[in-house]
């Protein structure tokens, strides 16, 4: 199923915003494809979906059946991109042991686990549930032990809190990420 959308997204076929209520910086569009409608859920804007199109990376996930117009997304009706995914997971496992915030957790800890924890919990502090933790990090010696990311297999992209959110630095990492995949699209099909 996603091979065919992202077949016939690469075709140049395009669809305009629609509107829901999802936190920034998430896009839905409708996409028509020769087998129908789909709501499609982007991290590129509408500028950007436009003007190149919509790689495989960056579409978030699908919304099946189609959203009726002021209807609020559910988990119920989102469908993950597992390419998009694993991206995410990569960019975790690349890029987090840099944050100062994990560093310091990490040294605190000393030994054990240190978690990356989505940003739309709403409650960083406290009881998380499992769903809103992304992945983790073993810890020795005060120090994010190197390629012993584990993702967390429960974490949900789309939730009753609304849709995933990452640390500034990590977000701006995986658009990097995006935005290569964009480029190197345009290279195998310009």
């Known amino acids: 199923m996603w091979k065919q959308l992202l077949n016939v997204l690469r075709a140049g076929v395009t669809g305009a915003p629609v509107s829901a209520q999802t936190r920034a910086p998430f896009h839905v569009y409708r996409v028509e494809t020769p087998t129908g409608s789909r709501d499609i859920v982007s991290l590129l804007s509408k500028d950007v979906a436009f ?3 919509l790689v495989g990376e960056a579409i978030v996930g699908e919304y099946a059946p189609l959203l009726k117009e002021g209807e609020r997304p559910t988990d119920a009706n989102f469908r993950p991109n597992p390419a998009f995914v694993k991206l995410l997971h ?3 496992a690349r890029h987090a042991p840099e944050l100062p915030g994990l560093q ?4 605190r800890q000393h030994t054990g686990w240190v978690y990356v924890i989505d940003a739309r919990t709403p409650t960083p502090n406290g009881r998380v549930p499992s769903h809103d933790i992304v992945g983790s990090f073993e810890v020795r010696d005060g120090e994010v032990v190197g390629n012993s990311y ?4 429960n974490h949900r992209l789309l939730t009753s809190d609304g849709l995933f959110g990452l640390e500034t630095a990590l977000h701006e990492r995986l658009m990097e990420r995006i ?4 480029v190197a699209s345009h290279h195998r099909t310009g």
Request: without cysteine; proline residues 6%; negative net charge.
């Open 90 to 92: 990569d960019v975790i």
């Open 150 to 153: 584990q993702p967390n297999a």
């Open 179 to 182: 935005n290569e995949s964009i």
């Open 104 to 107: 310091a957790e990490a040294r």
């Open 51 to 53: 003007e190149f199109g």
